[in-house]
């Protein structure tokens, strides 16, 4: 197969899929690893993908920021735990074992998310909350209740970096932990039943109940 047919089947099986691992394309196409990230840049550099950690992702449109730079958005569709829209600064995204695909708006309905779905979820990858560059959320950082609340509360922010974590710990508070301690942190937080809490997400809960 030529390269340039192999690269608009990708983007084909890209466009169907959402998201590709790298494993999954250097299977598919008989290639190495390396051919395959030279794809990959270049159809970065055409706008025609987002690079994510370990594979890829399809891109819906590109718009301009405030500072007249082009920011990429995935193709997703509303967060599945409160019905807002993500935004690839907080995006949270789960595959499922049966191959089935969900977003979440924010690290918060992500690890609701979890404690939902529980076992039935093969991979998660949450945005850096510094870059929005998209990692394992396995290896990620999580910032646990802090001041700083873009998104639903309590707070779950998520960093690839250690450092930068407790950097920002340090600016606004909260707690540093892994992805065990963030679902203990938000099973203990919905255990209290508060009347405070993210509105988006309680809205959500009583549509399921009623």
Known sequence: MKSTERRKELLIWLEEEGTLSLAEMVERFGVSKMTI?????LLEQRQVLKRIHGGAARIDKLVRDRDGRYETRLE?????ICFRPPSQQLLYTLT??????KVACCPHCGISAHLMLGDRIAIALTADYLSGKLHSAQHSYFVLGSVCSPCCRPSILTFEDEEMAKRFQTGFGGTVGRLGDALKFLEEDMSLDKTEGCPHCAAAKQRQIG
């Open 96 to 101: 499922l074992k049966n191959g089935e695909q």
């Open 37 to 41: 990230h030279r794809d990959l840049d």
């Open 76 to 80: 997703q569709g509303s967060c599945l």
